[in-house]
Every structure is written in structure tokens, then in C-alpha cells.
């Protein structure tokens, strides 16, 4: 059976170390979690507080990788924004001088600006331990952004 570590910083946990730490989880429990936090609720007291951006923090116990989502609280307030950030490793070509030299870079799986559809599909990729998909996803995100520069 998974485990999951799940870790949620509010808005009012002022101090970076300041979390609720919520014990071992299994998936159900990580999802079940994830839909209750109530995320235009935690931006509209963010805005009334000024305080800490909501994250949910979840750490694979067998593998030791973990997942950060964050609600962009600079975004516009209309429309919910996330980042995530893993320390799942990814390499990528990277060009160099004047783009006649392409070298490999190694860089870890990161979004911004997606939508809560979009987080709860990387997150159950990343609770079915499924980084092939996580990184593929990173490497799409990643053409498309070559492609509308």
C-alpha cells in the first residue's frame, strides 16, 4: 500500500517552518485532503491576511520524492493559479552560443499558471507514482513555451 507524508501550510502560518502536518496517508486520504482545502477560500484569506501562500506538501514515503503545490496568491484573484514544484530530475537539451552547440542540462519538474484541473492530474500522477507522465507533461510545457517565445 502508498504512503504519503502530507504537509499544508495556511495563510496564517506566518513562519516558513509553521505547517499541519497530517501523518501517513494513503492516496485516497492525500486527494480527499486536497479537495477539501477550499482553495478560493484560502486565497481570499490570504488577501485578508497578507500572511503565508497555501502549499500542500506531499513526500512519497517509499521514494522519497515530493510534490509542493502553491496557490499563487499573485495571480489574478478571478481565476485559481498553482506552481508545483517536485525534485523529480529531468534532462533537457539546453542550446548554447548563438545556438550551434546544444548540451544537456539536468533541472528538476516545475509548473506555473495552471489550473486546479491541471494540478489534480499531475497530482495523481504523482501519487501513482507515474514520473514518466510528470515529466513528459514538463516536457510539453516546456515546447510550448519555445514555441510561443
Known amino acids: 500500500m502508498d504512503s504519503f507524508d502530507l504537509k499544508i501550510r495556511y495563510p496564517h502560518h506566518i513562519d516558513l517552518n509553521d505547517v499541519e502536518q497530517f501523518g501517513t496517508l494513503n ?3 492525500i486527494l480527499t485532503r486536497f479537495d477539501r482545502m477550499g482553495w478560493k477560500q484560502q486565497l481570499s484569506r490570504w488577501l485578508q491576511l497578507d500572511g503565508a501562500s497555501p ?9 522519497q520524492r515530493t510534490i509542493e503545490i ?9 481565476e485559481l493559479n498553482f506552481i508545483i514544484k ?4 529531468v534532462v533537457v537539451a539546453k542550446k548554447q552560443i ?13 509548473f ?3 489550473s486546479l484541473v491541471q494540478v489534480k492530474t499531475y497530482l495523481t500522477a504523482f501519487l501513482k507514482q507515474d514520473t514518466d507522465a510528470l515529466v513528459r507533461y514538463y516536457q510539453q ?3 510550448q513555451l519555445a514555441q510561443s517565445a
Open 27 to 29: 492516496t485516497i486520504g
Open 55 to 63: 502549499t500542500f506538501t506531499i513526500t512519497d514515503e517509499k521514494t
Open 70 to 78: 502553491v496557490l499563487n496568491t499573485y495571480g489574478s484573484s478571478q
Open 86 to 89: 517536485t525534485d523529480i530530475p
Open 98 to 110: 548563438f545556438g550551434l552547440i546544444t548540451l544537456q542540462a539536468k533541472e528538476t519538474v516545475q
Open 112 to 114: 506555473k499558471q495552471l
Open 141 to 143: 510545457s516546456k515546447q
